[in-house]
């Protein structure tokens, strides 16, 4: 079964940026496109950012302009550079398929943003 490892969250103040990784058991980036997703408290688990198979990539209205996503195929690893971080970008990062079905989730990483 695919495990998806993500990494990179951390403790940022305001203003700061962070960089993301997911990487997969398999090499299955160069087949599908996958996305950021996360999960605040009380909250339900929302997609940020998504790269197609071909490479396009998609964001949330929230992040536009401030996150971007990337994938090393190579590496297969996935990437999401978070520039200008806010307090409500504060949540669990997680990297799945960019639409159904899922791959099983994994621990996801956190990222606090104090202000």
């Known amino acids: 079964q695919v495990q998806l490892v993500e990494s990179g969250g951390g403790l940022v103040q305001a203003g700061g940026s962070l960089r993301l990784s997911c990487r997969a058991s398999e090499s299955i980036f160069r087949f599908i496109g996958m996305g950021w997703y996360r999960q605040a408290p009380g909250k339900q688990r929302e997609l940020v950012a998504g790269?197609?198979?071909?490479?396009?990539?998609n964001y949330a209205d929230s992040v536009k302009g401030r996150f971007f996503i990337s994938r090393s195929n190579a590496e297969n690893t996935i990437y999401l550079q978070m520039n200008s971080l806010e307090p409500v970008d504060t949540a669990v990062y997680y990297c799945n398929h960019n639409t159904e079905p899922y791959y099983d989730w994994g621990q996801g990483t956190q990222v606090t943003v104090s202000s």
């Open positions: 790269i197609t198979r071909s490479g396009i990539t």
